[in-house]
């Protein structure tokens, strides 16, 4: 097997990597480590997981001294960064991003080893983060630039801009370890914010190559990053009430354990994106060949394992059958491959999950359900393929738990209460994906649906993309808003300074503003 994988996608050695940016400073980990396995081969006979490097397994003391040079940088909001000419941090991040470009190939190649995503799409994960950062770029520019015009109301002139809110614990998800985590690390520091970033526990070693990309552009103690489990780390950071922002996108369990060790919670702001079981609903109208393209798509990119996933399906009786035998025969022809051969199902990196999804086959099947496609839940050490369920009702636990793998669970209805219902009972509240054609029955569903979730998709899959959009969830599903835009918002914070319109002090303003004494009144702009 080994000697099948395309010569530049093959790592010849392991990976061992023993370093750390704290305060500027590259440091070098002489404790514990932690190897970083891969699962991609191991469901091939004779093949087991493979070592593909080490990482350090810091402790409580490095992840106080992380804490620390954030804390100093920021300094209360009197540092240089938070102060700094927004056109200075621009140029930093700038610099970043033309380092980062570089490092393409190898990340890519990391994130189709540790997290087993196509090359198609993690070439993608990497483009979009670029693109992302740059679009921060232009987009900060832009909030500068309404911030630079005086308001004077009711005899007080006021200068009204955002400014940061702190030191951010930056945590981020092992399904788009790079994406997703820089989505929130970019605009927190941007806005002036200084942070600690620990990477997800699958997906760790593709941040190694930018390290030195981060000490090279950004002053000491902006940026922290920092390596091992979050009970060992981020716990003690989040104890010392230093943490003004927890920025998570993970399971609500870790958000709601690490909300509750800071002991001043009025003072910690959080930006969260959560689990989600977003719902597609299908009408007796819908066109079917194209549902259940996105149908399909929407359940198993990258295996379900995404937070935007469809996760339970709803069809009408009327094309019940038509829509399961279409469904499920496309699902059968789904190949298995390994990601740089670009199927649409790809290993499971995480290696308890196989039986994970096993577990909600059976519990399921036997409460009534079935499996209805030919090839649903085989299962090799590292996959079980796609699994159609159906009829699946509430007393199993794939109808309400977030499965995050490759079983789907379907159900039936003839009254749109039924899943209207079954949203409105929901711990949940991403997005959800309607599908049909008569504006006469889908008008009043949306008008529901857009108060249940935060997203409708009509007539195609669930998901985040563009990121210009906004990306949110009601209930369990998120706090605060992200978007090129809205995560500059969620980072930061309205301030403003106000004056009595009077001669003296318009003129105080006016000798500020000309003799540029101050980063913060000033009313020139960016290009
Ligand atoms: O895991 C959740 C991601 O935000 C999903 O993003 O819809 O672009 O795959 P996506």
């Known amino acids: 097997m080994k000697d099948n994988i395309p010569e530049e996608f093959k790592i010849n050695e392991p990976i061992y990597h023993d370093t ?28 087991d997981y493979v070592l593909l490097g080490k990482t350090p397994k810091m402790d409580e003391k490095h992840a106080l001294e992380a804490l620390e040079s954030a804390d100093k940088a920021y300094s209360n909001g009197t540092g240089d960064w938070p102060t700094m000419k927004v056109y200075e941090r621009i140029n930093c991040m700038q610099k970043f991003v033309d380092q980062m470009k570089i490092k393409r190939e190898e990340i ?107 000490q090279k552009s950004f002053p000491p103690g902006v940026v922290n990053i920092i390596f091992g489990r979050g009970r060992e780390i981020a716990s003690p950071i989040m104890k010392t009430g230093k943490i003004n922002v927890l920025a998570l996108i993970g399971h609500s369990s870790s958000a709601v354990s690490l909300q509750d060790l800071h002991p001043q919670k009025n003072r910690l702001r959080l930006v969260l994106g959560l689990e989600a079981k977003n719902p597609a609903i299908i009408m007796d109208d819908a066109d079917l060949e194209l549902t259940v393209n996105e149908c399909i798509n929407g359940s198993l990119s990258y295996n379900g394992q995404r937070c935007t996933a469809i996760k339970i399906i709803y069809v009408h009786e009327k094309i019940k059958k038509d829509f399961l ?51 649903g839940g085989k299962k090799s050490k590292n996959y079980v393929f796609p699994a159609v369920l159906y009829p699946v009702d509430k007393t199993m636990d794939v109808y309400k738990e977030e499965q995050f793998g490759p079983v789907i669970p379907i159900i039936s209805f003839s009254d749109i209460n039924s899943p209207i219902n079954y949203m409105a009972e929901s711990n949940y509240g991403q997005q959800v994906s309607l599908f049909g054609n008569s504006e006469e029955k889908l008008g009043p569903i949306i008008d529901s649906l857009v108060n249940l979730v935060c997203r409708v998709n009509l007539n195609s899959s669930c998901q985040r993309g563009p990121d210009i959009y906004p990306f949110t969830g009601r209930k369990d599903s998120a706090v605060a808003t992200l978007s090129v835009h809205d995560a500059l918002r969620s980072f930061s914070i309205r301030t403003f300074v106000a004056s009595k319109d009077n001669p003296k002090n318009k003129e105080i303003l006016r000798k500020l503003i000309d003799n540029k004494k101050s980063n913060f009144i000033r009313t020139d702009y960016y290009l």
Request: proline share 6%; with cysteine; aromatic share 8%.
């Open 20 to 47: 750390f940016l704290i305060n500027g400073k590259i440091g070098k980990w002489k404790g514990e480590f932690t190897d970083v396995i891969s699962t991609l081969l191991s469901g091939h006979k004779d093949d």
């Open 108 to 214: 890519v190649k990391l994130l189709m080893w540790e997290i087993g995503k196509n090359l198609k799409d993690s070439e993608k994960e990497f483009d979009r983060t670029v693109d992302y950062i740059n679009e921060t770029i232009i987009e900060y520019k832009k909030i500068d630039r309404d911030g630079a015009s005086f308001h004077n109301n009711s005899g007080v002139r006021a200068l009204i801009r955002r400014g940061p809110l702190g030191v951010v614990l930056c945590l981020g998800p092992y399904n788009y370890p790079l994406n997703e985590t820089f989505a929130l690390l970019i605009p927190a520091i941007i806005m002036g914010n200084t942070a600690i970033f620990k990477p997800a526990k699958h997906g760790v070693l593709l941040i190694a190559p930018l390290l030195d990309a981060f």
């Open 325 to 375: 035998d279409k469904f499920c025969n496309k699902i059968d022809s789904l190949k298995l491959g390994l990601p740089w051969e670009n199927t649409l199902l790809t290993p499971l990196p995480e290696p308890n999950k196989p039986k994970y999804i096993s577990d909600l086959i059976d519990d399921a099947t036997s409460k009534g359900a079935k499996i209805i496609n030919k090839n």
